[in-house]
């Protein structure tokens, strides 16, 4: 069975400023997908941002981007010029390839400070 | 489009008392599942229909019934709610296939006393 582990239950962070959560997993397969997702005090989850494992590139959008590491088996997300919005539960996520199923973590709390 | 929409937002149930929580989507998609989020625990997958006319349990399926009543809509059912089954339950949906992203609800915050 596929597990995900997020080892900072929270983290904090000046507005404008960097900062990364991480994640690691473990799993046998070789093909699969990695996502993060938010969920801010609404409660509402908003997929961030994406990798496909077979892609060694690692997947950018706009501020968010991920640092893929397979043989490690690591995933983790920064956040640049970190803005109060960001302010949210995180949450790393784990799918076999043709296979919907999602395994998440159990979060990381991220809050930006003025 | 309003995408997933479930109802109700909240409820408070005694134990032993019945539920149907409701889903729907307008995006044509064909998976929908069903997750709980406990604090402390992310989300963990109760059911999922990978199609029209079929549904599976995932990692935490006891004490609960679905059923995915056509392509729109899919609902989960206490039918004895029990304290451990306070939570808050997102549904979700998506396209069949690869990994696609899935598209959450609102979610149902639910307390059982």
């Known amino acids: 069975a596929q597990t995900v582990t997020q080892s900072q239950p929270e983290m904090s962070v000046q507005e404008a400023e960097t900062v990364t959560l991480s994640c690691t997993y473990d799993?046998?397969?070789?093909?699969?997908?990695l996502f993060w997702y938010k969920q801010p005090p609404s409660r509402q989850m908003i997929l961030v941002i994406r990798?496909?494992?077979?892609?060694?590139q690692n997947a950018t959008e706009n501020r968010f981007s991920v640092n893929f590491q397979k043989a490690a088996k690591s995933f983790s997300l920064k956040i640049s010029d970190s803005q109060l919005g960001d302010t949210a539960m995180y949450f790393c996520a784990f799918s076999k390839t043709g296979f919907q199923k999602l395994v998440f973590g159990t979060g990381t709390r991220l809050l930006v400070s003025p | 489009n309003a995408g997933v929409t479930q109802t109700p937002k909240f409820q408070v149930l005694k134990t032993g008392q019945s539920m149907t929580l409701q889903c729907a989507q307008d995006m044509n998609h064909n998976s929908m599942y069903w997750y709980r989020q406990d604090p402390g625990m992310g989300l963990r997958l109760i059911y999922y229909s990978a199609s029209e006319g079929t549904t599976d349990k995932g990692e935490v399926p006891n004490g609960y019934n679905v059923s995915r009543l056509n392509k729109r809509e899919f609902s989960l059912r206490l039918e004895s709610a029990a304290p451990s089954q306070t939570s808050v339950y997102f549904c979700?949906?998506?396209?069949?296939?690869?990994?696609?992203?899935?598209?959450f609800g609102p979610g149902t915050r639910l307390t059982v006393t």
């Open positions: 799993t046998s397969e070789n093909n699969y997908y």
């Open positions: 990798q496909e494992a077979y892609k060694q």
């Open positions: 979700a949906s998506s396209e069949t296939g690869l990994s696609y992203e899935q598209y």
